[in-house]
């Protein structure tokens, strides 16, 4: 294997666990977000800010969700 083959092989391994670090990461935020939501639904106090906080949380895990799946949509090609 050649010296450039070899390189350009390592630069692809950086990229896939820079990606995949991205989608775990993302994953997580998304699993701290489902805590932070489940809190807020057991806690029953339907006052704005806890409704607000509810609606931002849904928009946050999407967002997370589309973005993690996009760089999974990455790694096929």
């Known amino acids: 294997m050649s010296e450039t083959s070899k390189d350009e092989l390592i630069e692809m391994q950086k ?3 820079g990606i995949l670090f991205e989608v775990i990461k993302r994953l997580q ?6 805590e932070e939501y489940f809190k807020l639904m057991y806690n ?6 806890n409704e607000a906080r509810l609606e931002n949380i849904l928009k946050e895990r999407s967002e997370n969700a589309k973005i ?3 760089l999974l ?3 096929e090609n």
């Open 73 to 75: 949509e990455k790694l």
């Open 68 to 70: 993690a799946g996009r």
């Open 44 to 49: 029953n106090e339907k006052t704005k800010t």
């Open 29 to 34: 935020a998304n699993n701290d977000l489902d």
């Open 15 to 17: 990229q896939v666990i």
